[in-house]
């Protein structure tokens, strides 16, 4: 069955400093990827979506993620964090129609 | 302005009293769909509509019913809850359920149950 792991609950950085979210699937095939941000007493909201094309994905806010085949990771980057990005970060990935798994999530926390 | 309404935002209640949790898009999406959000354990589907009169399981729908009589509305049914139920509720919406479609959140519903 598909499944989606993010490494590390909590993850903790300085104002200007980089965000290096994991995301690691398994899947034989090809999958779709995405990654939501939920901002406190907020539902999610989407920052990008993979699903075919450039590698590389750009997003809302100044994160981007890449799809790397070879490690079946989604990796979400930003070069540098501001106070306004502490949320928690879901990764997610679907094959089909009806069926998006989503991780466990990553609670981010910026200090000044 | 486009969204995902849910009701209530709070809610307390005792073992075995039924209740509804109510959610209502105007974007006339076609999808929708509940999760439930624990933690350590993500966001985990419970029921999901592809259209008006067709509803299928999720990941985790035992002890809860959904029905979808009309497009914009998905009310999530709780008849005899459960301190096990006790969590943060999402309903989300997408306009037809395709894969690279993103989805819209609701604000969420907490549910405690004691």
């Known amino acids: 069955a598909q499944s989606v792991t993010q490494l590390g609950s909590h993850v903790s950085v300085s104002e200007g400093a980089l965000v290096l979210l994991r995301c690691n699937y398994s899947?034989?095939?090809?999958?779709?990827l995405f990654w939501y941000v939920q901002y406190p007493n907020q539902g999610l909201q989407l920052l990008l979506k993979?699903?075919?094309?450039?590698?590389l994905v750009k997003g809302i806010n100044g994160f981007e993620a890449e799809f790397k085949k070879s490690e079946t990771s989604f990796h979400l980057t930003k070069p540098s964090a501001h106070m306004s990005d502490a949320a928690e970060y879901f990764c997610?990935?679907?094959?089909?129609?009806?069926?998006?798994?989503f991780g466990a999530g990553t609670r981010l926390t910026v200090k000044p | 302005e486009a969204q995902v309404t849910q009701n209530p935002r709070y809610l307390i209640t005792v073992t075995g009293k039924k209740l509804t949790v109510t959610c209502s898009q105007n974007?006339?999406?076609?999808?929708m769909s509940w999760y439930r959000q624990d933690p350590g354990l993500g966001l985990r589907q419970i029921y999901y509509?592809?259209?008006?009169?067709?509803?299928d399981k999720g990941d985790v729908p035992e002890g809860y019913k959904v029905s979808r009589k009309e497009k914009r509305n998905f009310p999530l049914i709780l008849e005899s809850p459960s301190p096990n139920q006790t969590s943060l509720y999402f309903c989300?919406?997408?306009?037809?359920?395709?894969?690279?479609?993103?989805?819209?959140f609701g604000s969420g519903t907490q549910l405690s149950v004691l």
């Open positions: 989300a919406s997408s306009l037809s359920g395709r894969f690279n479609e993103k989805l819209f």
């Open positions: 899947s034989s095939v090809p999958p779709y």
């Open positions: 993979y699903t075919t094309g450039a590698t």
């Open positions: 997610a990935v679907t094959y089909n129609n009806n069926d998006m798994r």
């Open positions: 974007m006339n999406h076609e999808y």
């Open positions: 509509s592809m259209n008006v009169e067709v509803t």
